[in-house]
């Protein structure tokens, strides 16, 4: 089953994000689980937040994948939404 990743950084927490960008990318890379990740963006260009799609097989993978990664562990995130996704195109 395909989630989405619905994360949003604490306020000021830029530099957190950026303390831990390379060991959050790392897991991205190790995980077969990703799909496609990468940051939003708020109106001035910088990082504020997370999309990740999973392939999971239960709801409760995706849940664990969340809170193994290295910004969760960093306490960088204000939420974290999973949510079961269909893709239709692409």
């Known amino acids: 089953m395909l ?3 619905i ?3 604490k306020e000021g927490a830029l530099q957190i994000r950026l ?4 060991d959050h990318v790392a897991y991205l ?3 077969k689980e990703v799909q496609q990740a990468g940051p939003f963006l708020n109106d ?3 990082m504020c937040g997370s999309l990740i799609i999973l392939d999971v097989e239960t709801m409760e993978d995706a849940q664990n994948w969340a809170k193994n990664d290295p ?3 960093a306490g ?3 939420s974290v939404e999973l949510i079961a996704w269909n893709r239709v195109i692409g």
């Not at 303390?19 to 390379?22: A, G, M, V």
């Open 3 to 5: 989630v989405s990743l």
């Open 7 to 9: 994360a949003k950084d």
């Open 19 to 22: 303390d831990t960008r390379n």
């Open 29 to 31: 890379k190790a995980s």
């Open 44 to 46: 001035d260009g910088a």
């Open 71 to 73: 910004y969760a562990h």
């Open 76 to 78: 960088l995130f204000e």
